[in-house]
């Protein structure tokens, strides 16, 4: 089993920062590949970005290309959003979720990981 634990969300103005952690535990090999994924309300549950943390490789969402930075601190077992230059679009419940392996171009898909935390919610006002 894999536990995961987000912590870091708040309320922003855009234009601001925030960083959101994902503390993990459990079967490393269940967690090798760590995503963040983001619910508005009245919309489907989307992939933000992902970190494959055996080798560090990371994906990213269009959408913050540029913008958030997916990281790992191997120690802690923590994966970290850092999130600037923040939107109004933005605005979401983020989750950490969990799978074995990123799979490539299949890094968003919500359904290939089997593990998920409880979301911290982000709010960004104009």
């Known amino acids: 089993q894999v536990q995961l634990v987000e912590s870091g969300g708040g309320s922003v103005q855009a234009g601001g920062s925030l960083r959101l952690s994902c503390a993990a535990s459990?079967?490393?090999?269940?967690?090798?590949?760590m995503g963040w994924f983001r619910q508005a309300p009245g919309k489907e549950r989307e992939g933000v970005a992902a970190?494959?943390?055996?080798?560090?490789?990371?994906y990213y969402a269009d959408s913050v290309k540029g913008r958030f930075t997916i990281s790992q601190d191997n120690a802690k077992n923590t994966v970290y959003l850092q999130m600037n230059s923040l939107k109004p679009e933005d605005t979401a419940m983020y989750y950490c979720?969990?799978?074995?392996?990123?799979?490539?171009?299949?890094?968003?898909?919500?359904?290939?990981?089997?593990?998920w935390g409880q979301g911290t919610q982000v709010t960004v006002s104009s």
């Open positions: 459990g079967y490393a090999y269940f967690r090798d590949c």
């Open positions: 970190i494959y943390t055996p080798g560090g490789v990371t």
């Open positions: 979720a969990a799978r074995g392996q990123c799979g490539g171009g299949s890094w968003g898909l919500r359904q290939l990981y089997s593990y």
